[in-house]
């Protein structure tokens, strides 16, 4: 547990550093504003802290405080690998497997920095000196809050870092709906709203500013919706084609899986989208109860995450990969019943 480790951390810290902080590839609420939460946190205490995203993330996280200092690796690759190779410390938030980074996984893995996780998904790697890995939490941004506190700095929590911890926790707990807040969340919530996090304004802030090509695309995807009602199961198909017609641009279908899941009597959804770029189907997967998602994907679609959520991939074109979707179900019959 990590909390044997602090006093281990707080003298690494205990004088500046150079620290890169990195979370996963195509970077959410919580990926975004733990990243950002903990720079802001570090830089009170001298630190020389650089936030790292592989890539970039949707338009409704770009007003998060400090998000202008983020570096992206896919445009601004020999800075990203000059800090990392010159780091002392590397945070990693929101994810445990470098392959998470995508091309950023070799310097990742090559370099020579103490390397700190902090994260809430399944079946870690052991990369980390420092493993703070806590399957129940809500989110990597309720981890950070306890992070913090576990090095007894709560006092340290201003109105910046309260917004970007608020954020994450939000997001990833579906507005505080999902099974995985829990009361110790909704006191750290209170927390940070003393703290300064405007809640009503975060919450307009990240799903209240729609775009009209965006609600054109959910009529398509909603459209495209379908149920396998044998087995519980619904689930969505967005071609490239779709995302060409509506001028798609990255976070338009964030939470479109959650309208399958919202059917009556319906225990697993998923959605897939269309790649072309990158060759690939990207796929979200969403289920209520004890029906794990993150062992369908792990075993099926090169993914994982967590029990009712979880992502994966798929190297067959859209109609190949929707139809090993539905042959997989059967397997799946009494899980899906019983869930």
């Known amino acids: 547990m ?12 205990a004088t500046p550093k150079k620290i890169v902080i990195v979370p996963h590839k195509n970077p959410d609420g919580d990926a975004i504003g733990s990243t950002l939460g903990l720079f802001h946190y570090l830089k009170k205490y001298n630190h020389n802290v650089s936030v790292i995203t592989p890539n970039d993330y949707p338009n409704f996280l770009k007003w998060i405080p400090g998000e202008s200092v ?6 601004q690759t020999k800075q990203c690998e000059t800090l990392i190779a010159e780091a002392d410390i590397i945070f990693t938030l929101d994810f445990n497997a470098f392959h998470r980074t995508g091309n950023m996984e070799p310097i990742l893995a090559n370099s020579s920095a103490l390397k700190i996780m902090i994260d809430h998904h399944q079946a870690p790697d052991d990369y980390a000196t420092y493993m703070y890995s806590d399957v129940s939490m809500s989110s990597t941004c309720e ?7 576990m090095l007894g700095h709560l006092n340290s929590i201003d109105a910046n870092i309260a917004t970007c911890l608020y954020t994450g926790i939000m997001t990833d707990t579906g507005s505080f709906r999902f099974s995985s807040t829990t009361s110790t969340t909704h006191n750290v919530v209170a927390t940070l709203i003393e703290k300064g996090a405007n809640n009503s304004q975060i919450h307009n802030n990240v799903y209240d500013t729609n775009s009209y090509n965006r609600l054109q695309l959910l009529g398509c995807a909603l459209n495209n919706l379908k149920i396998v009602p044998e087995y519980k199961a619904a689930y969505i198909t967005l071609s490239q084609e ?8 990255k976070g338009d279908t964030e939470g479109v899986v959650n309208y399958g899941l919202s059917l009556d009597g319906i225990v697993l959804a998923a959605i897939f989208i269309e790649d072309k770029q990158e060759g690939i189907i990207k796929i979200s997967l969403r289920s209520k109860g004890n029906f794990s998602v993150n062992e369908m994907s792990r075993a099926h679609f090169d993914g994982g995450g967590h029990t009712n959520a979880a992502g994966g991939k798929s190297y067959l074109p859209l109609k190949d990969t929707v139809e090993k979707f539905i042959s997989i179900l059967p397997e799946y019959n009494k899980a899906l019943n019983n869930a």
């Open 143 to 149: 981890m950070v809050y306890h992070f913090i506190d």
């Open 2 to 13: 990590i909390k044997q480790y602090i006093p281990n951390i707080k003298q690494l810290l």
């Open 242 to 249: 779709d995302l060409n017609k509506y001028n798609y641009t």
């Open 70 to 75: 983020i570096l992206k690796h896919d445009s």
